[in-house]
C-alpha cells in the first residue's frame, strides 16, 4: 500500500508543483493517509500483546509487546515515506540526506544503550521515541515547504487517531478488563472496523466514495475460472 502511494504521490506532486497547487495535495494526502493508517496503528498499539497471544499463542506475547512499542514509529514511517518524494520536488535533498543520517544515528545509537543495559524494551523504547522525532520533524519541515502549516498537520493527526479511537474503544475496553480472547477478538475486531469506515465516509465524504467504489469493485469481480 506504502508503495502505491508513494509512486501515485510522486507523479501528481510533479504536475501540482507546475500548476501551483502542491501545497493542497500534499495536505490532502497527509489526511488520507492519518485516515488510512490511524486505525491498523492504533490497533496494534492497544491490543499488541493480546493479538499475538491469540494469533500465535502465549510464547508470542512478548513480541506482540514489542510491536507496540513500535507501533509510534511505524505510523511516522508510513506516514512520511509517500511525503519524503518532496525533497526531490522541492530540490532540498540535502535536507533528505541529514534526515537518513539521523535515522542511522539514533538506530544505532538506541541498539547501544539496550545492550549496554542488558534491556531490549529500553532499546526499543529509544529507536521508537527517536524515530518519531525525527521523522516527525523531516514531515513537519516538508509540508511546511509545500505551504502547509504545523497547526493543520496537528490537526489533521488529531482528527485521524480520535476517530480510531472511539472506533477501538470497545476493543480496548476488553483488552484492559481481561477479557479480549479468541471467542470475543474477531467480532469485536469486525465491529470496530466497520464503525471507523462509517466514521471516515462520514466526515470525508470523498474518501469514502472511494472506499465505496472499492468496496463495489471487489462485489463485482467474478472469480477466476481454473
Avoid: H
Avoid at 532540498?92 to 544503550?113: C, E, F, W
Amino acid at each position: 500500500v506504502g508503495g502505491a502511494v508513494n509512486q501515485v504521490f510522486f507523479r501528481r506532486a510533479v504536475d501540482s508543483k507546475r500548476d501551483g497547487t502542491l501545497g493542497v495535495l500534499a495536505d490532502k494526502t497527509f489526511y488520507y493517509l492519518t485516515l488510512l493508517v490511524g486505525f491498523p496503528f492504533l490497533f496494534l498499539c492497544i491490543t499488541g500483546p493480546a493479538l499475538f497471544e491469540i494469533v500465535f499463542g502465549g510464547q508470542w506475547r512478548e513480541a506482540g509487546f514489542y510491536v507496540q512499542i513500535l507501533s509510534p514509529w511505524l505510523f511516522c514511517v508510513f506516514l512520511g515515506t509517500p511525503l519524503s518524494n518532496l525533497n526531490i520536488i522541492l530540490e532540498v535533498q540535502a535536507i533528505g540526506l541529514l534526515v537518513n543520517a539521523l535515522l542511522l544515528l539514533t538506530r544505532a545509537g538506541s541498539l547501544m544503550v539496550g545492550a549496554w543495559l542488558g534491556d531490549p524494551v529500553v532499546a526499543l523504547i529509544l529507536f521508537s521515541g527517536s524515530g518519531v522525532l525525527v521523522w516527525g520533524y523531516y514531515i513537519k519541515f516538508l509540508m511546511k515547504k509545500s505551504g502547509v502549516p504545523a497547526g493543520r498537520l496537528l490537526k489533521r493527526i488529531s482528527i485521524g487517531i480520535l476517530l480510531a479511537l472511539a472506533s477501538l474503544t470497545p476493543l480496548a475496553g476488553c483488552s484492559i478488563g481481561g477479557w479480549l480472547n479468541a471467542y470475543t477478538f474477531l467480532p469485536l475486531l469486525v465491529l470496530c472496523g466497520a464503525s471507523y469506515v462509517g466514521l471516515v465516509c462520514r466526515i470525508s465524504p470523498e474518501l469514502g466514495e472511494k472506499v465505496r467504489d472499492v468496496i463495489q469493485k471487489i462485489r463485482r469481480k467474478e472469480p477466476c475460472s481454473s
